[in-house]
């Protein structure tokens, strides 16, 4: 059993293979927390301190005890208004207009399997993989209920947390602050680890300690963003890649989000992960509930390869879905950065001609080919084929190209409208915008009102229509702007739109897979804007970065490598000079560096020379032949392209049995020094054979001095290793 209750101390603990997770009802039915780190068998009660602070208010229920103050216990949900004056995980409103809200135990669930949450996306197993904790708390004074939801998969050491709202009182009340989770540790010094960046510079790595301040990461743009991205890890000071004790919290959700760390007056830490309260008032009736999306924790007692290779199992098979998700995804080429918005069907066709040439599996035909679309000032909303433009029908192109047998995807925005366009000049109201004011406009578009039904069963006819024109694989499904003007046409409560945006937004992607269940989704918004366990619950892949310079993309794809499967990375090699930076790299490098992701072109192949084209063959048939190394391996960061002059990673199977070593020169020097790469994750005692050379290696000299590197001339370089367990074949 994962979950276990203690009837006499009230003590509930979770237990995975190698973490334990614990919590109290204390004497006054409060839900303290007590524990979370290293798999142990004990009570940890004995952590809780009661002293004396002055200014840290006392619950009426304690009489005349100062020590018991929520200000200063660990709590497992901490509320606004009973005394605890550090972030709150839940803030309401009550329809008295006050703002206090106290969590009592009422009673608790094991439930076999993991809960669901309705309209939201989350994490799944199967009925022998997990279990459920349930544990109900409600506010004595009010019908405020909170079911704090649990999930355990103790293979993986994952524990989800979510929290359903519900009311029974009379009016109503407003959620003014919704977290999924909170951890508040009782000493110690922290790191916190998070992912910021900027369009087409996203997921850059950062580490600071948590100090007596609030840390606080966030999106309010409606979508999770470019900015900061939903996951965040909590290391202890001296935590590396190899040892150590570190937290994860993944948000699985796609709109705005916040995540808060703080240390307290008495040296405690709390970690907070939820929604974004900015431009958030959720009302609830009686009888209404609400659920909050889930956050993934993870917790590793061996450093941050483990945490991360917890994090990347579970959104591989607990979140990604259907038949792409074990499956090789396709090798595809895409005419964004080949064409832009200049095409025509033959274009496409040509493109899809010289993709089969390479064997390559998927043609894409990006943003261009609906409505008036020949730049980004018009034709969003309007998803009718351009055949003038085209030259022919869709199913007429389509049919052209699959014939060939190569499979055909397509883009789509379906979220946004421009102002310039029918579907704009026949329905103004069904975009988010503040009536009397001018709107904040974003590459010169609206966002479509999905709060809405109608217009999300509009744009879903459109999709569907487009899509039933001839035998479409795949989809890239784009986002190009964060959303400003927050106010719907269709409701009084502002407070809710967003939220309910999400949930157009995920019924629409519900529906769409359920219509078309062998259709691959790629999430994308200008890149990886919307680079979120929530979005991959439908897309398996998103496209990574609009930035396509393989030196940047170390970078890009090493933060995201942290919280995130290589089979989710979209990663293309691009033409030189790169079209961000006008950097030249070789094409090797680039082909190494879209290795680590699920592989693909843009550029157009016509414009290579035949020696690239040869190159370029050798690199698809060299993909080929390591994708489920490269997508079911663990994935070992070596070095941190932040600090070292050389980015490495590599991939091993779970077996031991074999490795891809990839390396990146990201500078050149006079007189180069050598470079000894250790390598990881190796089966200790066993002998490797580099195929190349065919020289035998000890793991533990692979491990402990390295692997040397070849010094050579030349910019960027780049290498692929590959190591086989040696049984004594020749
Ligand atoms: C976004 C995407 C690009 C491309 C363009 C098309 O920027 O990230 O890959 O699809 O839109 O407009």
Known sequence: MSIQYLEKERIFTLHTLNSSYQMQVDKNGYLLHLYYGKRTSGNMDYLLFYSDRGFSGNPYIAGRDKTYSMDTLPQEYPTLGTGDYRNPAL?????????????????????????????LPAVYAGEDEAQTLEIRMADPCTGVKVDLLYGIIPSLDIITRSAKISYEGEGTIHLEKVQASCLDF?????????????HAMERNFQRTG?????????????????????????????????????????????????????KDQTGGTRVLMGLMDDHFSYPLSRGETFLCPEVIMSYSGNGLSRLSHNLHKCIRRHICRGPHRDGARPILLNSWEGCYFDFNGEDIYRLAVEAMD?????????????????????????????????????????????????????????????????????????????????????????????????????????????????????????????????????????????????????????????RYPDLL?????????????????????????????AIDRLRIQ??????????????????????????????????????????????????????????????????????????????????????????????????????????????????????????????????????????LYPAEGLMEAGYLLPVEMGSYNAYRIYFKEYDGEK
């Open 91 to 119: 803030i309401l409103r009550n329809s008295d207009g006050s703002f206090a809200c106290a969590l009592h135990y009422e009673g608790h669930r094991i439930m076999q399997g993991k809960y669901r949450l309705k309209g």
């Open 186 to 198: 009782v000493g110690g010094d922290y790191d916190l680890i998070s992912f910021n960046g900027r």
């Open 210 to 262: 948590i100090s007596h301040s609030c840390q606080v990461i966030g999106s309010r743009r409606g979508m999770s963003s470019h900015q900061y991205n939903p996951m965040i890890i909590v290391a202890d000071r001296e935590t590396t890649e190899d040892a150590g004790s570190c937290y994860a919290m993944s948000f699985v959700y796609s709109g705005g989000f916040k995540a808060e760390a703080e």
């Open 358 to 514: 390479l064997g390559i599996d998927l043609i894409v035909m990006d943003d261009g080919w609906f409505g008036k679309r020949d730049d980004d000032y018009s034709g969003l909303g309007d998803w009718f084929v351009n055949e003038d433009k085209l030259g022919e029908s869709l199913g007429h192109l389509v049919k052209r190209i699959t014939d060939l047998g190569i499979k055909f995807g397509i883009w789509f925005e379906p979220e946004c409208i421009s102002e310039d366009s029918d579907l704009y000049r026949a329905h103004p109201d069904w975009v988010l915008k503040i009536p009397g004011r001018d709107p904040v406009l974003a590459r010169y578009q609206l966002v479509l009102d999905f709060s809405r039904k109608e217009v999300v069963d509009h744009i879903f006819d459109a999709v569907c229509n487009i899509l039933d024109q001839g035998d479409i694989s795949y989809v890239k499904w784009d986002f190009n702007r964060s959303i400003a003007d927050f106010y719907s046409h269709d409701t009084e409560d502002q407070g809710k739109v967003l939220y309910d945006y999400m949930l157009g937004l995920y019924d629409f992607l519900e529906r769409l897979l359920a």
């Open 521 to 549: 989704l790629e999430g994308c918004s200008g890149g990886g804007g919307r680079f979120d366990a929530g979005m991959l619950y439908y897309a398996p892949q998103i496209w990574c970065s609009d930035n396509t310079d």
């Open 558 to 695: 090493y933060g995201t490598s942290f919280g995130y499967p290589i089979s989710a990375v979209g990663s293309h090699v691009s033409a030189v000079p790169n079209h961000q930076t006008g950097r030249i790299t070789p094409l090797a490098t680039r082909g190494t560096v879209a290795m680590a992701g699920t592989f693909g072109y843009e550029l157009d192949p016509a414009l290579m020379p035949v020696e690239e084209k040869e190159e370029v063959r050798k690199q698809i048939m060299e993909y080929r032949r390591f994708r489920d190394l490269i997508h079911d391996g663990l994935y070992y960061r070596l070095t941190n392209p932040f600090m070292d002059e050389t980015a490495a990673w590599m991939f091993v199977s779970e077996d031991g049995s074999r490795a891809l070593v990839c390396a990146v020169m990201q500078n050149i020097h006079g007189a180069s020094l050598p470079t000894y790469l250790r390598l990881k994750g190796l089966k200790p005692g066993t002998l490797y054979r580099e195929e190349k050379s065919g020289r």
